[in-house]
């Protein structure tokens, strides 16, 4: 078999355009910028656990809210990208759903030397991840578009309705961050938000590929 002496090349370029690779790329740093992230005078440099796990939960609600958006566009008009998307989307948000207890977990023994399991919006988001992960399973198994946003749909529906309802006991409303009078830190805490969402929006992508 011969060697094609650009074909090295052509692989190199076709793994830079792979979107798992980019979303790779995006958590080593958002691992750099978490790690450099200011310090706090009560928490001291623990709060950059508080920091990561923030922008980690938002872009989690914000896959899933465009799932729930994109399902609904696609159960309206018919269109099938838009269940494609819905489908991605939804599948991205459970993985940064789920993946943002262990963190939540993280902020808890490093800041306040305890879980605390009972905390209401833990719970919810515990239940909503068990509930997430057999609903993705089951709408995979089923291969239902219309199925998949409707559920996506109704899964998001539910969970801003829980979130509402939980109270605040370790989540200060709405966030101290951006009320507190800082620009250093509200750049910082949005150009991580951007970079953590930059790597669901990447996952998202390659869930798409995984489709066509």
Same mark, same amino acid.
């Given at each position: 078999?011969?060697?094609?002496?650009? /074909?090295?090349?052509? =692989?190199?370029?076709?793994?830079?355009?792979?979107? @798992?690779?980019?979303?790779?790329?995006?958590?080593?740093? %958002?691992?750099?910028?978490?790690?450099?992230?200011?310090?706090?005078?009560?928490?001291?440099?623990?709060?950059?656990?508080?920091?990561?796990?923030?922008? $980690?939960?938002?872009?989690?609600?914000?896959?899933?809210? +465009?799932?729930?958006?994109?399902?609904?566009?696609?159960?309206?008009? /018919?269109?099938?990208?838009?269940? =494609? $998307? +819905?489908?991605?989307?939804?599948?991205?948000?459970?993985?940064?759903?789920?993946?943002?207890?262990?963190?939540?977990?993280?902020?808890?023994?490093?800041? $306040?030397?305890?879980?605390?399991? *009972?905390?209401?919006?833990?719970?919810?988001? @515990?239940?909503? *991840?068990?509930?997430?992960?057999?609903?993705? %399973?089951?709408?995979?198994?089923?291969?239902?578009?219309?199925?998949?946003?409707?559920?996506? %749909?109704?899964? @998001?529906?539910?969970?801003?309705?829980?979130?509402?309802?939980?109270?605040?006991?370790?989540?200060?409303?709405?966030?101290?961050?951006?009320?507190?009078?800082?620009?250093?830190?509200?750049?910082?805490?949005?150009?991580?938000? %951007?970079?953590?969402?930059?790597?669901?929006?990447?996952?998202?992508? $390659?869930?798409?590929?995984?489709?066509?």
């Amino acid at each position: 078999m011969e060697n094609h002496p650009g /074909g090295h090349g052509l =692989d190199f370029m076709k793994g830079l355009r792979s979107p @798992f690779l980019w979303f790779l790329l995006c958590l080593v740093v %958002v691992a750099g910028l978490a790690a450099i992230g200011p310090e706090e005078k009560t928490l001291g440099p623990n709060v950059r656990i508080v920091y990561l796990h923030g922008a $980690w939960v938002l872009a989690a609600e914000a896959c899933l809210a +465009s799932a729930a958006f994109s399902g609904l566009v696609g159960i309206l008009s /018919g269109r099938k990208r838009f269940h =494609d $998307w +819905s489908q991605a989307l939804g599948r991205s948000g459970i993985i940064f759903w789920v993946t943002y207890l262990p963190l939540s977990l993280w902020a808890m023994q490093a800041n $306040w030397n305890g879980l605390f399991l *009972a905390e209401p919006r833990f719970r919810v988001g @515990f239940v909503f *991840a068990l509930t997430g992960i057999l609903l993705q %399973v089951g709408l995979a198994l089923l291969g239902r578009p219309v199925l998949t946003s409707l559920g996506n %749909v109704l899964f @998001f529906t539910a969970l801003l309705f829980a979130l509402r309802q939980a109270g605040y006991v370790m989540h200060p409303p709405p966030s101290p961050i951006f009320e507190s009078g800082i620009p250093g830190l509200q750049i910082y805490f949005l150009g991580l938000i %951007v970079l953590v969402m930059s790597a669901a929006y990447f996952l998202t992508r $390659w869930f798409l590929h995984k489709q066509s």
